[in-house]
């Protein structure tokens, strides 16, 4: 192992931003962080071994217990539990052996929930090793617990378990007149850089995160920075449940993407690029390296692009499981190989960004607009869409609709335009920008898709009227729990709170003053939060309370107080202890309920 | 003319560079906290210091100060919410103050009192946690553990070691030590080191010492923690 850590670490130059990289390398190789290989480590990169064991314990694909050679994940997104994922899961631990969350004696496999994977409009989906598996259904189980019985490498599987589509479904602006390599780069130099910004600034384009901030104005702040050394980052941890736009961009629109961040390198005046991709894309990688391959070929990346005096380049950096890294100043600490905890601001990135210099972070999609932009102009793009909201979006359509995949609609457009397009009707609601964002209910179809409506990061989940209510805003609430950073009191407490609260009410044990209760957390949780996560971490609780009040009401137990925990559940042990168990073993919770 | 930030509605003095936090513990107003300190970078993750500045909540720790804020702190409301974040902090840990010997001395228990914590409120999550006795003179209860990495920082800013990091995410955080066997013994800390005395609560302690000072005349037993938290404070040339 000596070896080939020492390989590893050669291979990243010693450099310690490279963490995540080694890492990924060393979890993939050996299944787990062995405690040597951070010693190693630790002298190799000159960091102490505590930042080391901080990162392996912050990222969920990283492990200091050895998992199975065959690592499988499941996705417990939403999206993947209303296609089944409860009972397929059941059943892969039943055919495999291994309970979830554990792994198997022999230590071949060990099974375990992931957050979403991106692919919830072909789940329920997985990982083996890192790769994506899609359309799990019994049949593809029986046929992974015979290969992992064979012990097959995950390299030799048939490739049409690990098959993604794209299911792009509608069109417009941007997906259907894509910029040819090298096309709005031309442009920029022809035109000018001042009048390109200005184009962009015409354009009215905001970041299409979800947070909309002017794109012209982001560059224009960074450009005029007064460091030389600035860069470029393209965050595509596109890890809100219910998105995969960029998945699909990434797959198809590469080079596009790749033309807009070296557009922005040209306008801020950048050399180094990154592209943050998640952990779970990881089958995009190579088709990427490619794509940046032959983008340097054609003189479009590298020194002296299209003969001017401008050299840029683009690094993917791949993520290890972390939804909080979707948040750019954790990104950006990421980038450098740390936890992905969000920085205090100020400063913002824009002017003290990756290792302290000024930084742009956009979305996969900004830069898509921004190269179609550079090369046609902002009028057109500002003609199409609402006053406030300018183009066009980009959403990843899933639940329940005949039709999921991508739709590209202008801004302005009803959320019922969208369901009616998609296939979708009986609807109970709709999670537009994911859990972070606001589930609308069916007497709002009429909202429209804008920064001044309902915002969105492309996340559009479809509930129709047989799904519950509380299982949906359940597994929400879940999902922020697992995924706080832990930074801040208000959010690594109070996301466990939420959800030790709304299991109470869910599981029956709520009493009257529960729903208050669970209301006030959710606006501590909400007004004093450090980032992005803990403050929209009780929007599924907050947006469906507001909407739909007695489904809460109805789980409640018609008494003014239930405590918190059972107490009858906690006298089993001593049952168990004492062999007994006649009525006298038995406590109830309340005296009223001997009546 | 010296520049003013408006706090409570009352104009205070600040110079450019300075937080919040400074401006205001300068001006002998106090703001509750127990991650500051003003010897060591801000770190801004207790969220007791939150303020609300021309509408928008920060913490005072970190946010800089500047011309035209107009700063609420000691709010009902702003009170209320730290009570609660106090509350989360004592209900995530084992804090059971009768039988720590941190007890007096305490600054998570000093703020409890100053913001008239009375009960814990959230439900008590009674974590499984570790002690590490293995140090000579010096023990870690991670029981007590609320996380505010002043540890962290005045082992690398002061005493130019990296004895400690907190590790793990969400509510798995968890303070850890710099040793290849993770035990306390096998780290560089002094018992002498900035780092061992600067815990806020009884996570981080020196042995032999605890009973030296008997509960009832320690530290916070007499004061409230805002004036002993100005007046050392204002030392530090804040």
């Known amino acids: 192992m000596r070896h080939v850590i020492q390989e590893l670490a050669a291979q990243h130059s010693y450099q310690a931003t490279q963490l995540l990289a080694i890492l990924r390398a060393v979890q993939g190789r050996y299944h787990y962080i062995p405690a040597a290989a951070i010693e190693q480590l630790a002298e190799l990169l000159n960091i102490p071994r505590t930042h080391i064991i901080g990162v392996v314990e912050f990222y969920s694909f990283f492990h200091l217990q050895p998992q199975g050679e065959y690592e499988l994940l499941i996705s417990d997104s939403i999206t993947d539990q209303m296609l089944g994922k409860a009972e397929l899961m059941a059943y892969l631990s039943e055919r495999l052996q291994v309970p979830v969350g554990g792994v198997h004696a022999d230590g071949v496999v060990s099974l375990d929930n992931t957050s979403c994977t991106g692919l919830c409009d072909q789940g329920p989906a997985g990982l083996v090793n890192g790769r994506a598996l899609t359309r799990l259904d019994k049949a593809k189980i029986d046929q992974i617990a015979d290969l992992i019985s064979q012990r097959k490498p995950v390299a030799e599987w048939p490739a049409e378990l690990f098959v993604v589509s794209d299911n792009i479904q509608k069109t417009a602006l941007l997906l259907s007149q894509t910029v040819a390599p090298g096309a709005a780069l031309q442009v920029v130099f022809s035109r000018g850089k001042a009048a390109t910004l200005a184009a962009l600034e015409q354009s009215g384009l905001r970041g299409r995160g979800g947070a909309g901030f002017k794109t012209a104005m982001k560059w224009r702040f960074c450009a005029e920075e007064a460091d030389a050394v600035r860069y470029v980052v393209c965050n ?360 | 003319m010296t520049k003013t930030i408006t706090l409570d509605g009352k104009a205070i003095p600040f110079a450019d560079g300075q937080t919040i936090m400074q401006a205001a513990t300068a001006a002998g107003v106090y703001i509750p906290h127990l991650c500051h300190h003003p010897e060591f970078t801000p770190h801004g993750s207790c969220k007791l210091c939150t303020v609300n500045v021309n509408g928008r909540n920060c913490s005072a720790c970190t946010f800089p100060a500047a011309e035209g804020q107009d700063v609420l702190n000691n709010t009902q409301e702003l009170n209320a919410d730290r009570q609660k974040i106090t509350q989360m902090l004592f209900v995530e840990g084992n804090h059971f103050c009768p039988s720590c010997e941190k007890t007096g001395n305490c600054q998570l228990q000093a703020v409890a009192y100053h913001l008239n914590m009375l009960d814990d409120h959230f439900p008590l999550f009674y974590p499984h946690r570790q002690m590490d006795a293995s140090h000579p003179d010096v023990l870690i209860d991670h029981n007590r553990c609320i996380f505010c990495t002043l540890c962290v920082r005045a082992s690398q800013q002061h005493d130019g070691k990296n004895v400690f990091a907190i590790s793990g995410r969400g509510i798995n955080k968890h303070l850890i030590v710099n040793a290849e066997s993770g035990l306390l013994k096998d780290t560089d800390l002094a018992v002498t080191d900035k780092a061992t005395h600067i815990c806020p609560t009884g996570a981080i302690i020196s042995k032999r010492t605890a009973y030296q000072v008997p509960i009832g005349q320690r530290v916070y037993d007499h004061q409230d923690i805002d004036a002993v938290s100005l007046a050392t404070e204002q030392a530090h040339g804040e």
Do not use: W
């Open chain 1, 236 to 595: 595509a941890d596109e890890g809100e449940p219910g998105t995969f736009k960029d998945r699909v961009l990434l797959n198809r629109y590469a080079e596009q993407v790749f033309e807009g961040m070296t557009v922005c390198a040209a306008l801020i005046g950048a050399s180094q690029g990154f592209l943050y991709l998640r952990g779970e894309y990881l089958f995009l990688y190579e088709p990427l390296q490619a794509v940046l391959a032959r983008r340097r070929v054609a003189g479009l990346l590298g020194n002296a692009i299209l003969g001017q005096d401008f050299s840029f380049d683009i690094s993917i950096c791949l993520g290890a499981g972390a939804y909080i890294c979707g948040e750019e100043s954790a990104l950006i600490e990421s980038l450098e190989g740390k936890m992905g905890v969000p920085r205090n601001r100020p400063p913002y990135p824009v002017t003290h960004g990756y290792l302290g210099k000024p930084t742009v972070v956009n979305n996969v999609e900004t830069f898509l607009a921004a190269a179609h932009i550079a090369l046609n102009g902002g009028e057109g793009f500002a003609s199409i869409g609402t006053d406030k909201s300018k183009g066009t979006k980009i959403l990843s359509i899933s639940g329940d609709c005949r039709r999921p995949g991508i739709y590209e609609y202008p801004f302005g457009t009803s959320v019922q335009t969208i369901l009616n397009d998609c296939g979708a009707d009986d609807v109970l609601g709709v999670q537009v920008g994911g859990p972070s964002g606001t589930f609308i209910s069916a007497q709002e179809l009429h909202r429209l898709l804008a920064f001044e409506d309902l915002a969105t990061g492309g996340s559009f989940i479809i509930f129709n009227t047989r799904r519950n209510l509380l299982d949906i805003v359940n597994n929400f609430t879940h999902f922020f729990a697992h995924e706080s950073c832990g930074f801040c009191t208000p959010c690594r407490v109070g996301t466990s709170l939420l959800k030790k609260q709304l299991d109470k009410i869910v599981s029956g044990h709520g009493s009257a003053g529960d729903v208050v209760a669970l209301e006030e957390l959710c606006q501590l949780v909400k007004n004093q939060s450090h980032c992005g996560l803990g403050q929209t971490a009780a929007n599924p609780i907050l947006t469906t309370l507001e909407r739909f009040p007695e489904v809460y009401q109805s789980q409640l137990k018609k008494i003014s107080y239930e405590p918190g925990f059972d107490l009858d559940a906690a006298l089993e042990t001593a049952r168990r202890m004492a062999n007994r168990n006649d009525p006298a073993a038995h406590l109830a919770q309340i005296e009223a309920e001997h009546d």
